[in-house]
C-alpha cells in the first residue's frame, strides 16, 4: 500500500479560481482596453495570460513511455493550453503568445547534443539515442517565472546527471554551460529587433552539483506528450527550485567549464540577474518583491499566494548552499 503524504510544497486546492470569475475578468478587461497587452521579462505581468490562444491549442501528438513519479506531485495543474499559449521563448518574440503563433518555425528534426569543454569523452548524441538510454519518468514540478507567476507542470523527462555522466566530467569542471539552438528561421535572429537585440544562441548555466542534483531534469515532454516547440521541444531543462529563465530551451550544446559562465540574462542586466536566480522570497528584484505569486491555473485569479523559499523545495536543496549569503549570490 502506497501512503501518499503531502508535500510541504504542494498547493492548496482552494486556489482554482470558478469559470465564471475568469469570464467576468475577460469582458472587464475589454471594456477598459487592457486585454492584450503582452509584457517582458522584467515587467510585472497579469493580463497577457488572457490572450492567448487556449482553445485552439494544438496538442503534439507524439508521445514516448513513462512512469509516473508518485513522489512529486502538485495540484491543481495548469491547463496544457495555459502552459502551451503563454511562453518565453524570445528567439520567435517578447509577446507571450509569439513562441505559440510562431514556434512551427523551429525545425527539431534531426537534433543532436553536444557534451564537451572539460570531459574524458566528449560526445555527439542523438535525440534517438537519448531516449534510448534514458528511461522517462513524469515528474509534477511547481515552476516560477521571475516575473512572479507560476504553474504546476507534468514533465517528462530524466535526471540531467544521468546524460552529463556519459561524458565522464574531468575533477576540473566545476560550472555547466548551456546553448540553444540558432536557426536562421527564428523570427529574433533574422530580425533582432523582434526581442531588443538579445544577442542569440541563448545561454544558461548552473554549478556543476546543482546540474548533479537529483530534482534537476531534462524534459523532452510535459502532460503525456512531446514538448511542443514553444516550450523548448524536443529537450529542455527544468530545474524546478530557480527562477524559470534558467530553464534553457531547445539544447544542443552542454559544455562543461571550470569557471562560472555569463548566461543571457546576466549578459544582458547583472543587477538584475543572476547567476543563481533561486527562488527566494526574501530576496527582491530591484523592480518588484518576490514575496509572492499569481498561480496561473483554471480560470483567472488576482489571488496571490506567498512565495516559497526555493520554490518549496528547500528540504532537498538547502544544503547545496549552505554558509552562502543568497543576497550577494541571487
Ligand atoms: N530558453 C530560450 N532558448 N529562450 C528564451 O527566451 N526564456 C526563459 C526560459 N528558457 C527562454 C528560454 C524564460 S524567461 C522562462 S520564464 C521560461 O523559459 C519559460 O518557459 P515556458 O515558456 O515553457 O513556460
Not at 23 to 30: I, S, T
Not at 152 to 160: K, R
Not at 197 to 204: D, Q, V
Not at 300 to 329: H, I, W
Amino acid at each position: 500500500m502506497l501512503l501518499k503524504i503531502k508535500k510541504s510544497y504542494e498547493i492548496s486546492e482552494n486556489l482554482i479560481t470558478p469559470l465564471e470569475v475568469y469570464h467576468h475578468r475577460r469582458k472587464f478587461l475589454k471594456t477598459i482596453g487592457v486585454l492584450g497587452i503582452g509584457s517582458v521579462l522584467g515587467l510585472p505581468l497579469l493580463e497577457a495570460v488572457e490572450n492567448t490562444p487556449a482553445a485552439n491549442v494544438v496538442i503534439n501528438q507524439n508521445t514516448y513511455p513513462y512512469q509516473k513519479n508518485p513522489n512529486y506531485s502538485q495540484q491543481p495543474l495548469t491547463p496544457y493550453a495555459k502552459a502551451s499559449s503563454y511562453n518565453n521563448f524570445y528567439e520567435f518574440g517578447m509577446q507571450k503568445e509569439d513562441p505559440y503563433h510562431r514556434g512551427k518555425l523551429l525545425q527539431t528534426s534531426p537534433w543532436s547534443v553536444v557534451i564537451d569543454g572539460e570531459v574524458q569523452h566528449p560526445i555527439k548524441i542523438s535525440l534517438e539515442d537519448i531516449l534510448k538510454k534514458m528511461s522517462l519518468q513524469e515528474r509534477i514540478y511547481h515552476f516560477r517565472c521571475v516575473e512572479a507567476w507560476s504553474m504546476n507542470i507534468p514533465w517528462l523527462g530524466f535526471e540531467l546527471k544521468d546524460l552529463i555522466a556519459l561524458s565522464k566530467p574531468k575533477g576540473n569542471a566545476k560550472f555547466v554551460l548551456f546553448e540553444t539552438i540558432k536557426q536562421d528561421t527564428m523570427p529574433a535572429v533574422k530580425n533582432p529587433s523582434l526581442a531588443g537585440y538579445i544577442r542569440f544562441p541563448y545561454h544558461e548555466g548552473l554549478r556543476l552539483d546543482e546540474a548533479n542534483h537529483p530534482l534537476t531534469m531534462l524534459a523532452v515532454g510535459m502532460y503525456g506528450k512531446a514538448l511542443p516547440n514553444q516550450n523548448g521541444a524536443p529537450l529542455r531543462l527544468v530545474v524546478p527550485w530557480k527562477y524559470g529563465f534558467k530553464n534553457i530551451k531547445s539544447i544542443v550544446r552542454i559544455t562543461l567549464v571550470e569557471k562560472m559562465p555569463v548566461s543571457t540574462w546576466m549578459g544582458l542586466d547583472s543587477s538584475e540577474y543572476g547567476f543563481y536566480a533561486n527562488v527566494n522570497p526574501n530576496v527582491a528584484h530591484p523592480r518588484w518583491s518576490q514575496a509572492n505569486e499569481r498561480f496561473i491555473g483554471e480560470g483567472f485569479s488576482f489571488e496571490r499566494v506567498p512565495t516559497k523559499m526555493f520554490n518549496g523545495y528547500a528540504e532537498a536543496v538547502s544544503a547545496l548552499y549552505a554558509g552562502m549569503d543568497l543576497k550577494t549570490n541571487y
